[in-house]
């Protein structure tokens, strides 16, 4: 069917009267609809209406871009743009095809038809770039030139992106056209009341996986539980919250005993026992500041995962109506929560503190008791034998393995802030526990878990999200 295109004109008025004119006619010679702002008088608001409603009767939009920015919108949500680019992104939110034509730069242009107003010049700029920014762009030197673009764009676009357009009434058989619309329709009637039918005869069953956790130490499923214990992190714990407190760990005192020492320290009654080399000697002798700062931060981690950890299980149901089998959870904790197998936690070993020389403040309150207390010879030797042993130079790392084998015989693994499950079936309205779960948290904020749940009857994973709150 020989069919009308409806396009949409838009542009600056006064500036592009000439422009617009040409394109009106380019587009009649094509035995198409131009349309534009001249049927619509002052761009207000109280038009705006119509405007929106030709635009969405508009097969094609046609923007024409000079070197003026035109009127600027003063109010509401559209404030401090113009209504030419109001249009502009109303089309595209529309999914109208764009056809975009900017005057060349080089362009000599009466003085009348530029934009003076700085701050509405820098928005043409802006808008230049907009308009190019996802569509090719015709840029034009002279109207007659446009015209010419405009033509070999629209037929270009004709050709490529069919749009409803309009056709004569007497071009189709409206009667038979409305007769196969109403026996399609009656078609589709009976096929869905066909499926429905064949639905109700069968039965579906299909497994319903569902995890949540509880507290390790409860054989009951509770919905909350509330502690104020200060050595267990958990205050409450439900199927999609879980709410722990930070215990902080107290022992940058231990920091303390690696400082140097000066004279100060020293009392009066041993100032005589110690030289100034032997108090050089000891300082020059203690650890670096980044042996104990590493130390201090691993004794850190070490306090509060193995005094601070909260021991929780995890319980997988099936509420479906089917077995489940060749199941599969995986749990993905954030960074900040650090998941551990309570046999790792317990095996976990305490940091090696670096050594200290040996201390001249101690070894003169020693001499001072001889001196004010003399024993025998052989006594004071057997009580004074003397080290000669030696200091470790380094510190051993707290590093933990965190993939853990099978943990009473489930087939549960434990990595840095993950938990994985493999279970070879749980039937329907059945449930497993895996306990031994360890978390610790390590800083304050709101995180969630992901639980991914995957059997043999599924199609593809389900998720479930866990709220951690950490406080």
Same mark, same amino acid.
């Given at each position: 069917?020989?069919?009308?295109?409806?396009?949409?004109?838009?542009?600056?008025?006064?500036?592009?009267?000439?422009?617009?004119?040409?394109?009106?006619?380019?587009?009649?010679?094509?035995?198409?609809?131009?349309?534009?702002?001249?049927?619509?008088?002052?761009?207000?608001?109280?038009?705006?209406?119509?405007?929106?409603?030709?635009?969405?009767?508009?097969?094609?939009?046609?923007?024409?871009?000079?070197?003026?920015?035109?009127?600027?919108?003063?109010?509401?949500?559209?404030?401090?743009?113009?209504?030419?680019?109001?249009?502009?992104?109303?089309?595209?939110?529309?999914?109208?095809?764009?056809?975009?034509?900017?005057?060349?730069?080089?362009?000599?242009?009466?003085?009348?038809?530029?934009?003076?107003?700085?701050?509405?010049?820098?928005?043409?700029?802006?808008?230049? =770039?907009?308009? !190019?920014?996802?569509? #090719?762009?015709?840029?034009?030197? &002279?109207? +007659?030139? $446009?015209?010419?673009?405009? %033509? @070999?764009?629209?037929?270009?676009?004709?050709?490529?992106?069919?749009?409803?357009?309009?056709?004569?009434?007497?071009?189709?058989?409206?009667?038979?056209?409305?007769?196969?619309?109403?026996?399609?329709?009656?078609?589709?009637?009976?096929?869905?009341?066909?499926?429905?039918?064949?639905?109700?005869?069968?039965?579906?069953?299909?497994? =319903?996986?569902? !995890?949540?956790?509880? #507290?390790?130490?409860?054989?009951? &499923?509770? +919905?909350? $539980?509330?502690?104020?214990? %200060? @050595?267990?992190?958990?205050?409450?714990?439900?199927?999609?919250?879980?709410?722990?407190?930070?215990?902080?760990?107290?022992?940058?005192?231990?920091?303390?005993?690696?400082?140097?020492?000066?004279?100060?320290?020293?009392?009066?009654?041993?100032?005589?026992?110690?030289?100034?080399?032997?108090?050089?000697?000891?300082?020059?002798?203690?650890?670096?500041?980044?042996?104990?700062?590493?130390?201090?931060?691993?004794?850190?981690?070490?306090?509060?995962?193995?005094?601070?950890? @909260?021991?929780?299980?995890?319980?997988?149901?099936?509420?479906?109506?089917?077995?489940?089998?060749?199941?599969?959870?995986?749990?993905?904790?954030?960074?900040?929560?650090?998941?551990?197998?309570?046999?790792?936690?317990?095996?976990?070993?305490?940091?090696?503190?670096?050594?200290?020389?040996?201390?001249?403040?101690?070894?003169?309150?020693?001499?001072?008791?001889?001196?004010?207390?003399?024993?025998?010879?052989?006594?004071?030797?057997?009580?004074?034998?003397?080290?000669?042993?030696?200091?470790?130079?380094?510190?051993?790392?707290?590093?933990?393995?965190?993939?853990?084998?099978?943990?009473?015989?489930?087939?549960?693994?434990?990595?840095?802030?993950?938990?994985?499950?493999?279970?070879?079936?749980?039937?329907?309205?059945?449930?497993?526990?895996?306990?031994?779960?360890?978390?610790?948290?390590?800083?304050?904020?709101?995180?969630?878990?992901?639980?991914?749940?995957?059997?043999?009857?599924?199609?593809?994973?389900?998720?479930?999200?866990?709220?951690?709150?950490?406080?």
């Amino acid at each position: 069917m020989d069919k009308k295109y409806q396009i949409f004109i838009s542009s600056t008025y006064k500036d592009l009267i000439e422009a617009r004119n040409k394109v009106r006619d380019a587009i009649l010679s094509m035995m198409h609809f131009p349309v534009g702002m001249e049927l619509f008088g002052a761009a207000d608001e109280e038009q705006w209406e119509i405007i929106q409603e030709t635009i969405d009767s508009s097969d094609y939009y046609l923007l024409i871009v000079g070197q003026r920015y035109g009127t600027v919108i003063t109010s509401g949500d559209d404030a401090g743009i113009s209504y030419t680019e109001k249009e502009f992104w109303y089309a595209k939110e529309k999914g109208i095809p764009i056809l975009a034509f900017i005057i060349s730069d080089d362009v000599e242009i009466k003085k009348a038809n530029i934009e003076t107003d700085l701050c509405k010049s820098q928005k043409l700029e802006q808008f230049k =770039k907009t308009v !190019a920014s996802d569509r #090719l762009v015709e840029w034009w030197k &002279n109207t +007659d030139e $446009l015209a010419q673009k405009v %033509t @070999a764009a629209l037929y270009k676009q004709i050709g490529r992106k069919r749009r409803p357009g309009w056709v004569r009434s007497d071009s189709f058989d409206l009667e038979r056209s409305h007769a196969e619309i109403l026996k399609l329709n009656s078609l589709v009637r009976e096929l869905q009341e066909e499926n429905l039918k064949l639905k109700s005869q069968v039965e579906k069953r299909t497994p =319903k996986l569902e !995890a949540a956790f509880t #507290l390790e130490d409860s054989i009951e &499923n509770h +919905d909350t $539980l509330e502690s104020n214990s %200060t @050595a267990n992190p958990i205050l409450e714990i439900d199927r999609k919250h879980i709410k722990l407190r930070l215990i902080l760990s107290d022992i940058e005192h231990l920091r303390n005993r690696y400082e140097p020492l000066d004279r100060s320290c020293i009392d009066a009654h041993l100032d005589s026992y110690i030289t100034n080399e032997a108090i050089e000697k000891y300082n020059s002798a203690l650890p670096s500041k980044e042996e104990v700062d590493d130390y201090i931060e691993k004794m850190t981690k070490y306090q509060r995962i193995h005094t601070a950890f @909260a021991a929780v299980c995890l319980q997988i149901s099936n509420n479906g109506t089917a077995k489940a089998t060749d199941v599969r959870v995986s749990i993905d904790f954030p960074e900040e929560i650090l998941t551990f197998s309570k046999k790792e936690i317990e095996k976990l070993e305490k940091p090696i503190a670096p050594s200290l020389p040996t201390d001249p403040i101690a070894e003169a309150e020693k001499e001072y008791e001889r001196q004010m207390h003399p024993l025998p010879k052989f006594i004071d030797q057997l009580l004074n034998p003397g080290y000669t042993g030696s200091f470790p130079n380094a510190i051993d790392a707290l590093n933990f393995d965190f993939t853990t084998p099978a943990i009473g015989g489930y087939g549960i693994s434990i990595g840095k802030n993950s938990v994985f499950i493999d279970t070879r079936q749980i039937p329907h309205k059945d449930l497993e526990r895996y306990c031994e779960i360890c978390l610790v948290p390590m800083s304050k904020g709101f995180f969630k878990a992901r639980i991914s749940l995957m059997c043999s009857e599924y199609l593809e994973e389900e998720y479930q999200y866990i709220d951690i709150e950490v406080v």
